[in-house]
């Protein structure tokens, strides 16, 4: 029976020690993750003259201690995760939050091999991957879903098939160079990719075939929004910032195909919306003779208008919240603003209007041949 203790979690280094009561002079393996990624796996060997005299735990060579090549940033807060390789359970004491204000680190609620877990099948193809989701808890993380897992012998390729299935992104060469292969943790790794998010909306489409798609081209500022929020309530959705971790962190991701996989054996219809161009459904195969198509269309000096003013308006929000949403900064960027400007409102409008109408990275000439066109 494996146990360990994590005797210290900071921005700079993990510690502490980890052994099997039952083969106690046998040094086992623990796998350290920051924020979902596996950073390290180490060899538990160090000398340990507490657990020497303890007298259970044989010659007492069973602690660890890991040193990150370069110290977590503390502007920001983190998860920090020590499990075992073997079975993906978490030490004692092996899950922390660290918080950019340097506090004391935070434990996180985690399960112990006295919990009931209930055990699931390990995937074999992406169906298999995404019908895992339902059992995934934002609380826990990714990492105590993977540990109900038990693999038997799976290769790299039988993983990557099981979360990508036909599609080939990357080649995957340096995803585990450092480390003896783990089937659970390359399977972490590559749910955590950011191939995984860019291909989930194509990947959710292909695995579930039998399932009519409704591709909405929406162009901005035509009046899509209120035709998305009705159809969002009819059939189970997924929108294109699903793609963009800017936009949707990791855990968010999942917690969306957490509550979208369950939904989808109740319709017969799937719906595809955000930003997305023609071209890009039919690069990838996804209109099919069974689909629907559909856009909503405005002229297009009403369309540049209508962007020029909602940016203006997006920008005096965020200058009265104090907060810069992630559009308003990219906006920013395009418009040559290092920061919010604080100009007085009437002569900020102005500019900001004129600019944006100029800046073809914000209102895009010809939108209907951009979004509905060629290359």
Wanted: charged share 25%; net charge neutral; hydrophobic share 40%.
């Amino acid at each position: 029976m494996l146990a360990g203790y994590v005797d210290r979690i900071s921005h700079g280094e993990v510690a502490g020690w980890a052994g099997n009561k039952e083969q106690p002079d046998e040094a086992v393996e623990i796998s350290i993750f920051v924020d979902g990624y596996k950073r390290a796996q180490l060899v538990c060997d160090l000398a340990r003259p507490d657990l020497k005299q303890s007298g259970q735990w044989g010659d007492g060579r069973h602690g660890f201690r890991f040193r990150f090549p370069a110290p977590l940033a503390r502007e920001m807060t983190h998860r920090v995760s020590v499990r075992f390789t073997a079975t993906g359970r978490s030490l004692n004491e092996g899950e922390m939050m660290l918080s950019p204000d340097g506090t004391t680190p935070t434990p996180i609620r985690n399960r112990t091999e006295a919990d009931e877990m209930l055990s699931l099948p390990t995937p074999c193809t992406p169906l298999d991957t995404f019908r895992l989701f339902p059992f995934y808890d934002r609380s826990y993380g990714l990492s105590d879903l993977l540990a109900r897992l038990e693999f038997n012998g799976q290769q790299p390729r039988h993983i990557r098939y099981a979360v990508f299935g036909a599609l080939r992104p990357g080649d995957g060469r340096d995803e585990f160079a450092n480390n003896t292969f783990v089937p659970r943790d390359h399977l972490n790794q590559c749910l955590m990719s950011p191939a995984f998010q860019q291909e989930v909306l194509t990947l959710v489409l292909n695995t579930f075939p039998e399932k009519r798609r409704l591709l909405f081209v929406h162009i901005p500022k035509c009046a899509g929004s209120d035709l998305s929020h009705h159809l969002m309530t009819r059939y189970p959705s997924i929108d294109q910032r699903l793609m963009d971790e800017k936009w949707t962190p990791k855990d968010a991701l999942f917690a969306t195909l957490r509550d979208l996989v369950p939904a989808l054996p109740l319709f017969d219809s799937i719906f595809a919306r955000g930003h997305i161009r023609l071209n890009w459904y039919l690069e990838r195969g996804l209109a099919r003779p069974i689909d629907r198509l559909f856009t909503i269309m405005r002229h297009p000096v009403e369309i540049a208008v209508s962007q020029a003013t909602y940016v203006m308006m997006r920008i005096a929000q965020d200058l009265e919240s104090g907060k810069t949403g992630l559009d308003t900064q990219q906006w920013l960027v395009h418009l040559g603003f290092d920061e919010m400007p604080q100009w007085p409102l009437v002569d900020l409008a102005e500019h900001v209007c004129h600019k944006t109408l100029r800046t073809r990275e914000i209102v895009i000439p010809n939108p209907l041949c951009h979004w509905l066109g060629g290359r």
